[in-house]
């Protein structure tokens, strides 16, 4: 992001002309950049998912998904396993433990409703989250509107929603709240994205039997291992790797509110991906969820201000 007078002038600006607080602003900012890319990814990861499962099943794509997640991660982080605490192992394996169970509910929810709705109900338990985690009321106002565009989503209720995928996606937003807490959490104590191979490959170990159990041979076809792993690199190395580092920078009330884009993104991805329209109404409820997630940015943007120049005085 440019000052006014670098874009005025080839020559570099002399960090002492630049604005109060701009090095801290554009880490606010790159940060939340961080967040949506990994939402765009994960979402269209999702409807890719989805077009998988009639191959291999809800936790056969699961598995296809978290075995080559981990594989690619394990190889390019080659994380360090000796020399951590009993804490340090913990925190991974229940982060591991929380990655499974937020994907294979989710799974098991698109495979009975429509990817909007299921990411509509799986985006509360951020919401929930932002909402017992922040410390600012202006944060409960934009999780107000965000939370106003989910409803609207829905179309108002889910009641026409098969009963057992609206759980589904309830307990994976349950998940999704605690794997903030705990990605967080494995960020700092873990460097680079070595917690996140080692908690891949956690998720990977136990997800690994119900992925054989229910599509056996499925698992082997190149066809469907090839799409699978287009679905783990877009729904969980690239993503979970981006929020590893945003959660380094942005406080969990705030990354949870960000996670409010979610239906938005996966309305998006299921009209591209899917062909799945998208009503006045939705377009109405992603206009309030994009409203609520400019007031983040604006909130995250202008509480770095501060800080800096309070810092300075």
């Not at 598995?63 to 913990?90: E, F, M």
């Not at 969980?236 to 409010?260: D, K, N």
């Not at 062909?275 to 943007?301: C, K």
Request: proline residues 5%.
């Amino acid at each position: 992001m440019s000052t006014p007078s670098t874009a005025a002038s080839p020559s570099v600006t002399p960090v002492a002309q630049l604005p109060a607080g701009t090095p801290h602003r554009r880490r606010s900012l790159g940060s939340i950049g961080l967040v949506l890319s990994a939402g765009i990814s994960v979402q269209f990861g999702g409807a890719l998912a989805a077009s998988l499962m009639p191959r291999a099943g809800a936790l056969g794509v699961v598995t296809l998904r978290l075995v080559a997640a981990a594989l690619v991660l394990l190889v390019v982080c080659r994380p360090r396993v000796r020399g951590h605490s009993r804490a340090d192992w913990a925190t991974v394996i229940v982060f591991g433990l929380t990655m499974a169970g937020m994907n294979g509910l989710f799974y098991q929810s698109i495979a009975r409703i429509p990817l909007g709705p299921a990411v509509a109900l799986e985006v509360l338990g951020p919401l929930t989250l932002s909402v017992f985690a922040s410390r600012r009321a202006i944060n409960l106002v934009w999780a107000g509107l965000a939370l106003a565009g989910v409803v609207l989503l829905s179309g108002g209720g889910f009641g026409s929603l098969d009963v057992v995928g609206v759980l589904f996606a309830l307990g994976a937003g349950a998940m999704w709240a605690a794997y903030i807490v705990f990605s967080a959490r494995t960020g700092r104590r873990f460097p680079q994205a070595d917690g996140l191979a080692l908690a891949m490959a956690v998720a990977a170990v136990v997800f690994l039997p119900l992925g054989i159990v229910e599509s056996g041979t499925k698992l082997l076809d190149p066809t469907t291992i090839a799409l699978g792993s287009a679905v783990a690199v877009l729904s969980s190395v690239l993503p979970y790797t981006l929020e590893l580092i945003a959660l380094r920078r942005l406080p969990a009330s705030t990354f949870a509110i960000l996670m409010s884009l979610e239906p938005a993104i996966a309305a998006t991805a299921g009209f591209l991906v899917l062909s799945q329209s998208l009503s006045a109404t939705e377009a109405v409820a992603i206009a309030l969820v994009i409203a609520a997630s400019m007031g983040v940015v604006l909130t995250q943007v202008g509480r770095g201000k501060a800080k800096v120049q309070e810092d300075g005085s």
